[in-house]
């Protein structure tokens, strides 16, 4: 996780990431299994959280379902793309938190992001 932090540290597009060639989620399901991928996006959101201090509202379930629904909806998402949108969430990229984070608001990041992603994709 930290690799990937430092690589992504000064990107701060989709464009930006996509050139870093590091793997999706659907690849390392199928090279390493689902519970590896989860458990990356679980370590980035356990960092998200701690981050946004948000205490004891956010809790162990949260941090697995999230897992489960990143992986599930977004395979085909990098792990810099993942560590992109949860820097631009702790940045407030995708408007202001007020102490508070839920499953919804994350999911809402990721197809934000998801919008921004494809709309700048170039045609082959």
């Known amino acids: 996780m930290e690799k990937i932090n430092k690589m992504i540290y000064r990107k701060n597009t989709p464009a930006e990431v996509k050139i870093l060639g590091i793997p999706n989620l659907g690849d ?14 679980k370590l980035c959101l356990v960092d998200l959280v701690n981050y946004i201090n948000v205490g004891d509202s956010f809790v162990k379930v949260h941090v697995e379902t999230l ?30 938190l007020y102490g508070r984070l839920d499953v919804p608001t994350v999911m809402i990041w990721f197809a934000e992001y998801e919008k921004e992603r494809t709309k700048n994709m170039t045609p082959y």
């Open 67 to 96: 897992g489960n629904y990143i992986v599930e909806l977004y395979s085909h998402l990098s792990l810099a793309d993942v560590g992109l949108v949860l820097k631009r969430g702790k940045q407030g990229f995708y408007g202001p």
């Open 28 to 41: 390392i399901v199928e090279q390493y299994g689902q519970v590896k991928a989860e458990a990356y996006i």
